[in-house]
C-alpha cells in the first residue's frame, strides 16, 4: 500500500528550476562566447551580438549565485530531507545505502532501500554539483571583475591569470553539460522503474512511497 508524502519544500522546488534553467541558459551562451559563430554584416555598433549574449551570460549567472545560496542554506535549515546529512555518504547506513543504490543502477540487485529524500549516490554527486559550483562562481566572478581588489587577490591566489580562469571555467561547464544529461536519464529510468513520483515530486513536492519502504 502506497501513501503520499511531502519531500520537498517549495523553497527547494524553486531553488531546482532557478539553478537548472540557469545552467541551460549559461551552458548555451557560455559555448556561443567561446565560440561565437554568428557572422552578420549588420554594423557592429547596431548588432553588438557577443555584448547581448554576455550580459543575458551575467544574467544567468547572478540567477545560478542566488540558486547555489538556496541550497547552502537549505543544506543545513531545509527540511530533513534537503538538509547536507541525510543524503551525504557520511554514517554506516548511508554508506550501505550509497553501494546499495550503485548496485541497483548496474542492475546487479533488484531491490534497494527507498528514501523519501535522494538516495545517497545522488546526494553525493549533488554536492559535488554544488561545490563545482561555486568553482564556477569564483572563475566568473574573478573574470567579470578583475579590477575588484578582492575579487583579484582571491582570482589570482585560487586560478591564477584570468586565461587560466577562463580555462576552468570552460572545463566545469563541460562537467555541468554532461550532468545534465545523466540527471535527466536517471531521474526518468526511475520514474519507470519503480512506482515513487519522482519527476511529479519537483512540482508538487510530493513522493508516493509503500509504507513498508520510507525511511
Excluded at 10 to 33: D, E, K, N, Q
Excluded at 78 to 105: H, M
Aim: charged share 15%; proline share 3%.
Amino acid at each position: 500500500m502506497y501513501e503520499k508524502r511531502l519531500a520537498w519544500s517549495v523553497l527547494f522546488r524553486l531553488f531546482h528550476w532557478a539553478f537548472a534553467l540557469s545552467i541551460m541558459v549559461l551552458v548555451a551562451t557560455g559555448l556561443y562566447i567561446h565560440y561565437p559563430w554568428s557572422n552578420s554584416v549588420i554594423e557592429g555598433s547596431r548588432s553588438f551580438v557577443v555584448a547581448k549574449v554576455r550580459y543575458v551570460h551575467f544574467v544567468a549567472g547572478f540567477v545560478f549565485i542566488s540558486a547555489l545560496l538556496v541550497r547552502l542554506y537549505l543544506w543545513f535549515f531545509g527540511n530533513r530531507q534537503e538538509k547536507l546529512w541525510d543524503s551525504a555518504p557520511v554514517t554506516p547506513a548511508n554508506i550501505k545505502n550509497l553501494f546499495s543504490t550503485i548496485g541497483y543502477y548496474l542492475y546487479l540487485t533488484d531491490r534497494h532501500e527507498q528514501r523519501l529524500g535522494h538516495n545517497v549516490l545522488a546526494g553525493t554527486v549533488y554536492i559535488l554539483t554544488i561545490l563545482f559550483g561555486f568553482c564556477q562562481v569564483m572563475s566568473g566572478l574573478w573574470m567579470l571583475y578583475p579590477e575588484s581588489p578582492f575579487w583579484g587577490s582571491w582570482g589570482v591566489s585560487l586560478l591564477g591569470s584570468q586565461a587560466q580562469a577562463r580555462f576552468v571555467h570552460y572545463l566545469i561547464m563541460w562537467y555541468f553539460s554532461i550532468f545534465v544529461f545523466i540527471h535527466l536519464y536517471i531521474v526518468i529510468w526511475n520514474d519507470v522503474k519503480d512506482p515513487e513520483g519522482l519527476i511529479s515530486s519537483i512540482f508538487t513536492g510530493r513522493k508516493f512511497f509503500h509504507k513498508d519502504t520510507i525511511s
